[in-house]
């Protein structure tokens, strides 16, 4: 579970802090309940991890920081000056 910020006005989610939770099934790889101790090659075990919750705990109505840097950028590009 992922806990974070999540910026409405541009769609993105900043992470901010991570927790794990056992999802407590039997056929799972991963899980304290696993029913094969050892070297499990049962086909009907979950083998792979689902992708971790994102749990917004702050709503932010701004763009995140990236895409106010970008749009930023957009508006008013870096002037390099040439060398000689």
């Known amino acids: 579970?992922?806990?974070g910020r999540y910026h409405t006005e541009c769609g993105h989610f900043?992470?901010?802090s991570t927790k794990f939770q056992d999802?407590?099934?039997q056929n799972?790889?991963?899980s304290t309940r696993h029913i094969h101790p050892t070297a499990c090659k049962s086909q009907s075990c979950?083998?792979?991890m689902a992708l971790p919750t994102k749990?917004?705990?702050r709503i932010s109505p701004s763009k995140c920081c990236d895409c106010v840097l970008k749009?930023?950028?957009e508006v008013t590009p870096m002037?390099?000056?040439g060398m000689r």
């Open 46 to 48: 979950i083998r792979l």
């Open 28 to 30: 799972c790889l991963f």
């Open 23 to 25: 999802c407590l099934r």
């Open 1 to 3: 579970i992922i806990d």
């Open 79 to 81: 002037v390099r000056v």
């Open 71 to 73: 749009t930023r950028d």
């Open 14 to 16: 900043i992470a901010m």
């Open 55 to 57: 749990n917004p705990i």
